[in-house]
């Protein structure tokens, strides 16, 4: 043996060895014959780590904690699968590459477009995962790579839309209009559990609204930190006994609220407390869950009067158009003014941000799709928060340690509907289809080609605002670059046929785009923009002046618009074409290159608007998509279908982690050997996020529990207690700690001293220690090594010796230990027999007759201490398997540690 072990040279060529070996695969352990085909199954799933960047001491006391249970479990023969994975954890890639966009590049995603930003953001995610896959197989993780999975790859594809289906159909998911959380800055909503609440100063209010018609002040007296939500506010809760404002009950108020009128009912709600505050609570329907729910009960109207970028709208000149905290300000000053406010105090308020983008979280009512969590469902007619409460108290779900069972009872009680769409790009689209015409939904729509239908690249007459009609005008130099960066999103498209109008304008377009993706463009004057007649080549300022009346009348479908076409003879002409080549190019995708008028036209046809309307022109080189079904739509028999543009959360797709990836929604083996899972091993702190939705998602999905166990890992914080952070300068880097002391090392500083569900303080001296350990461990095996007696040894007289029953005694204090999931213990208890039994008192006490006795006395001393030695190894393993590994090679040549029985 060398007399160093070299960490970085032993453990990159011995996670190659396993690889190679694939002994991480549980069936080529069976074909080699190290596991029986009737073994008992243990099956885990790597909780996947998000492809924003790197693994951090967390993910490193994850990988030790789990390994150390495969391992185990492989060791004692059973049928072993450990299955790798990485989680696309949308808003959080999303919003890193955005920010990484704008810092090198000055422009946001809208200025990419959806396609090349989506781009930008795989690369990112492909070159994170790759970054992911080194440093995971660097902390010697035994996961089987041939069965890796992504939260985002095809085959999780598949059961994410088979899940919505499937919900869906059970009632349980539905579209719907209710209040959420809005990130203001990443302009999208969150679920509850992605809300980081920061403790700031605020002031709290007590006040009356106003003066009612009489002159007299409103009756009753209410508090807030958010004056400026008080606009929307349409009653006022009191608890049904609170003796001091039952008067009032019932009653109706009109009010001047700081120059707005409102109207305000008092209504009798069990929810208030009576003894908190003034005792009546302003319900502003629009923008608190709470509230909402209050006026659900009472079916109380709702206002918004705050906008998606936490601007006021209503209308009162005071404070429209402004950010929610300056009209805060206005409204405290005109209620003090007006003497309306009886208290002021200075309070500490918890301000809900989003997790991700550090945005301020308006609560605002929108259309989202939600998860019902309160409606019955299905042959047991449970809810699924009563299914996710007896997955743990009767369906044999085991959380450890257990008060945290607590904490998840806790959170179900509190669980509101699930809203599951996100206004993002990157994620799995909500897998719904509606209708083009008339907005009828279809999930899981059979689109069978598509069709974009794009406007021409700017012109000079386009940036003057002159109308162009039939002239024949050139793209200028910003259209020829607007069309070549839609070239490059169309690029991808599979587009087989390219259609243009024959104006000049639109053949350019359409070259360019053909060029790129090596189709010639078909012209057809059909596809024309409005004859203008006499407004041609007039600025838009001269039609206004020469042609008031017309202009007037510009968007009505039989205006001439001086004396040429009409909107009605523009869109006779376009559907025509339209028609005709969806008939003739039938299953093809095909791209459309017209003008803004034309699209106007043709959109208005397609999506069935009022006879007159016309939506909006599009942007220069902008396209639109259309997705051809191969089923009509059941409500008005039309097959032009445009998917929802929203997002499923994230948690939606890990939720079906532990059966997507054994296979599901496919009946195979896996899935019907591994599932449940035996184990579902991750932090305290993604309980809620996602333990609760995996227990959710399989009741309903699979018909019972996921896993058995959940095993709760504590935060790695540093020496002093602190959360780990850049701000702090406090990080420890697993994997400069695993170049630096070994895997093997910071493996087990995280184990040791680290129960389950508790926190542990973590330094660099505390892995340098453990560094000393396989120090110890090497030296331990060069001395025996180095007192191997020359020539044949006879048979081992070890077995009955006394050490043997030590170690043995070690051994099943050690078993019962991992079997408890007690594994800081079991580590401690190999330590010590390693460090201060074995070396420190029985090797010294055996070095007399290694070095003095007969020959026979040192053959039975070496045999001794080997045994001492390698059953020392095999209980170490599950801990530090590289070292274990190479010093069993030594004394073991042709044989591997990792399936030696244990």
Request: proline residues 4%; glycine residues 8%; aromatic residues 10%.
């Amino acid at each position: 043996m060398e007399p160093r072990y070299d960490v970085n040279e032993v453990e990159a060529r011995i996670y190659k060895m396993w690889e190679d070996a694939g002994w991480f695969d549980p069936e080529k352990c069976i074909e080699k014959g190290v596991t029986a085909p009737d073994a008992e199954p243990f099956s885990i799933v790597l909780p996947p780590p998000n492809v924003t960047g790197t693994l951090h001491m967390g993910h490193a006391a994850m990988l030790a904690v789990e390994d150390i249970m495969v391992r185990f479990a492989r060791m004692n023969g059973k049928r072993t699968l450990w299955i790798p994975g990485t989680d696309h954890a949308a808003i959080a890639t999303q919003s890193k590459v955005e920010k990484d966009i704008v810092k090198a590049e000055g422009k946001n995603r809208h200025d990419l477009g959806r396609e090349e930003f989506l781009k930008r953001v795989r690369a990112f995610a492909q070159e994170s995962h790759d970054t992911i896959v080194r440093q995971v197989k660097r902390m010697g993780a035994s996961l089987d790579w041939s069965r890796e999975a992504y939260t985002l790859d095809d085959k999780r594809e598949v059961a994410v839309r088979t899940a919505f289906k499937t919900m869906y159909d059970l009632g349980l998911i539905y579209r719907g209009h209710r209040v959420v959380n809005w990130d203001v800055k990443g302009q999208t909503t969150i679920s509850d559990d992605e809300i980081v609440y920061e403790e700031r100063k605020t002031k709290l209010y007590t006040f009356r609204y106003g003066l009612l018609a009489d002159g007299s002040k409103f009756p009753i007296p209410i508090a807030t930190t958010r004056l400026e939500t008080k606009f929307g506010d349409t009653a006022v809760a009191v608890h049904p006994s609170d003796e001091r404002y039952k008067q009032y009950v019932g009653k109706t108020f009109d009010v001047d609220y700081c120059g707005t009128p409102i109207t305000v009912k008092v209504i009798a709600d069990e929810s208030v407390e009576k003894d908190f505050g003034t005792g009546a609570l302003g319900v502003t329907p629009a923008h608190s869950m709470i509230d909402w729910e209050i006026a659900q009960r009472h079916e109380l109207p709702f206002k918004t009067i705050i906008d998606e970028f936490g601007k006021m709208t209503v209308e009162n000149p005071l404070v429209h158009g402004k950010k929610t905290a300056e009209a805060r300000a206005i409204a405290a000053d005109a209620l003090r003014a007006a003497g309306l406010i009886e208290k002021e105090e200075e309070i500490m308020q918890n301000v809900a941000t989003a997790e991700r983008t550090g945005g301020i979280i308006e609560p605002l009512p929108k259309l989202q799709w939600f998860i019902a969590v309160n409606k019955p469902f299905g042959e047991k007619q449970k809810t699924l928060k009563e299914l996710m409460k007896s997955g743990v108290t009767e369906g044999g779900i085991k959380i450890l340690p257990e008060r945290f069972e607590r904490v998840y009872f806790n959170w179900i009680d509190n669980l509101r509907d699930w809203c599951i769409s996100r206004q993002i790009w990157f994620g799995h689209q909500v897998p719904v289809w509606y209708c083009l015409h008339c907005q009828t939904p279809q999930i899981n729509a059979s689109i069978t080609n598509h069709w974009y239908v794009m406007r021409h690249g700017q012109t000079d007459w386009n940036k003057e605002e002159r109308y162009m009609g039939h002239r024949e005008i050139p793209i200028n130099e910003t259209g020829h670059a607007q069309v070549v960066t839609a070239a490059e999103k169309l690029s991808d498209k599979g587009i087989d046929v390219i259609i243009s109008s024959d104006l000049l304008r639109c053949k350019e377009t359409a070259e360019i785009v053909g060029k790129k993706i090596g189709i010639a463009p078909i012209f057809d004057e059909r596809l024309r923009e409005i004859d203008e007649g006499a407004w041609e080549g007039l600025l838009k300022s001269e039609v206004i002046e020469k042609y008031p009346d017309t202009w007037k009348t510009r968007t009505d479908l039989d205006n001439e618009r001086g004396g040429a076409e009409t909107w009605r003879d523009v869109s006779k002409r376009v559907h025509e074409a339209f028609n005709e080549y969806r008939q003739k190019y039938k299953g093809k995708n095909v791209l459309l290159v017209t003008h803004g008028g034309s699209i106007g036209t043709l959109e208005a046809g397609l999506r069935g608007f009022p006879e007159g309307k016309i939506p909006p022109g599009k942007d220069h080189a902008s396209f639109m998509e259309i997705e051809i079904a191969e089923d009509k739509c059941p409500q008005c028999g039309h097959d032009l279908y445009e998917q929802d543009p929203d997002t499923l959360d994230t948690w939606f797709s890990s939720g079906l982690w532990p059966f997507s990836t054994l296979g599901w929604p496919k009946k195979t083996k896996d899935l019907e050997t591994y599932f449940p899972n035996s184990v579902l091993e991750t932090g305290y702190d993604i309980i809620f996020f996602w333990v609760a939705r995996m227990i959710l998602m399989s009741e309903v999905l699979m018909g019972g529990i996921p896993f058995r166990r959940v095993y709760l890992h504590g935060l790695v914080r540093d020496d002093k207690g602190r959360k780990m952070s850049k701000s702090l300068g406090n990080i420890i880097d697993p994997l400069t700690m695993a170049d630096k002391y070994g895997a093997d090392a910071t493996r087990l500083s995280l184990i040791i001293g680290s129960s389950a569900g508790n926190d542990l303080k973590l330094s660099e001296d505390r892995i340098r220690g453990y560094r000393n350990f396989s120090t110890k461990l090497w030296n331990i095996a060069r001395f025996i090594q180095m007192n191997k007696p020359e020539g044949e040894l006879g048979a081992s007289t070890a077995d009955g010796h006394v050490y043997i029953k030590e170690l043995n005694d070690v051994k099943n204090a050690v078993t019962a230990h991992i079997e408890n999931f007690e594994f800081h213990l079991a580590g401690e208890k190999l330590y010590h027999y390693v460090w201060h039994r074995l070396a420190d008192e029985i090797i010294e006490q055996e070095k007399t007759v290694l070095r003095d006795g007969t020959p026979e006395e040192k053959a039975e001393r070496y045999a001794l201490l080997t045994s001492l030695l390698l059953g020392s190894l095999k209980m170490l393993h599950p801990f530090m398997p590289f070292i274990t590994e190479e010093i069993w090679q030594i004394f073991r040549p042709g044989t591997m540690l990792m399936v030696e029985r244990w």
